[in-house]
């Protein structure tokens, strides 16, 4: 059974940080990537990281305060988040494809390219 768990959300000031996690169990991922859903808007990407190259890609929201990053032995994906704004706060998701990877990570930023999903973690920005 594949696991996803994700953890470091919480209430954050605008301008802070947060790190979040996400550790994956029962199968080894090609590639683990961040989603967000904020109440009454559809679930978009926020960044992945490709394991066999070390690839990386960000939405154009993320580029610049966000960085994603891992280890690949220990099945784990971080996604450091800084200067937060209001419009950040989400349910953030973490994403795992067991497909295998034939390209880098800027053609794996659909919903439709990952496997697994977990529960989700709250983040709230706000003063």
């Known amino acids: 059974q594949v696991r996803l768990v994700e953890s470091g959300g919480g209430l954050v000031q605008p301008g802070g940080s947060l790190r979040l996690s996400c550790v994956a169990s029962?199968?080894?991922?090609?590639?683990m990537g961040w989603f967000r859903q904020a109440p009454g808007r559809e679930r978009e990407f926020v960044a992945t990281i490709v394991w066999s190259d070390g690839s990386t890609s960000y939405a154009d929201f993320a580029k610049g305060r966000f960085a994603i990053s891992g280890d690949n032995a220990k099945n784990t994906v971080y996604l450091q988040m800084n200067s937060l704004k209001f419009e950040d706060t989400a349910v953030y998701y973490c994403?795992?494809?067991?497909?295998?990877?034939?390209?880098?990570?800027?053609?794996?930023?659909?919903?439709?390219?990952?496997?697994?999903w977990g529960r989700g973690t709250q983040v709230t920005v706000s003063s």
């Open positions: 994403a795992g494809r067991y497909r295998p990877t034939y390209y880098g990570a800027s053609d794996y930023g659909s919903q439709s390219d990952y496997d697994y």
């Open positions: 029962g199968r080894t991922n090609r590639a």
